[in-house]
């Protein structure tokens, strides 16, 4: 049955207009991009069947536009739409800071660590420089390391705090291995940064690990 003729509270496109985005499974979000499946198969049948070969959604969504256009289904110019849609999403939450707003939702900002720091091979820990208001002056990457960690120097942290004139700091680092659980060497790192950040009177608000699943907030654990 082809998808036109599903009931229509059934149909990828109808089920996203009536009840938002959020309604919909993987395989329906992907299906709607491919707009047409393989001979054969709908658009829902082929996306499924890419997400049981190839995914699930984030390793095959990592990939480059050009390893995308190579799988079943997609081809060069569907790659090419993913990788502008995962852009798109990348911007959208990177234009609240260039506009200057407030991060007054920890939730908001566990997903920009999400986007900037997801799907790296290595660990990467990452600081949000904040003012008075706590309005974004600054994102940066300030400490690269292996696929199991990343030496943090808290001094590094607060110089560059205070270069940014800054009054409160959000930190943020991906754990490869796709388990977001923070580790005993998490949250000595954060009693240490929150320690020396007290020292020239700066805030830390939180501490986010970044893996599989929604961001883990160390201060949503009473950790920071």
Known sequence: ?????????????????????????????????????????DAVATARDL???????????????NALAKLPGLGPARASALAAALELGQRHLSAALERGEAMTDPQAAG???????????????????????????????????????AEVHPRVVV????????AAVIVGHNHPSGNPEPSAADRAVTARLKQALALVDLRLLDHFVVADGPPVSLAARGWV
């Not at 496109?13 to 499974?25: I, Q």
């Not at 091979?121 to 696929?147: K, S």
Request: no cysteine; net charge positive.
């Open 111 to 149: 997903r920009y660590f999400a986007q900037r720091l997801r799907g790296r091979p290595h660990e990467v820990f990452a600081a949000l420089f904040l003012d008075t208001r706590h309005r974004a002056l600054g994102f940066e990457e300030l400490f690269h390391g292996t696929l199991d960690g």
């Open 1 to 41: 049955m082809h998808i036109r003729d599903w009931p229509a509270a059934e149909r990828p496109r109808e089920k996203l207009l009536a009840r938002g985005a959020s309604a919909l499974s993987d395989a329906e979000l992907l299906a709607i991009f491919l707009g047409s499946g393989l001979p054969g198969r």
């Open 51 to 65: 997400l049981a070969s190839h995914g699930p959604l984030r390793p095959l969504l990592d990939r480059s536009p």
């Open 159 to 166: 110089q560059r705090a205070l270069a940014l004139n800054a």
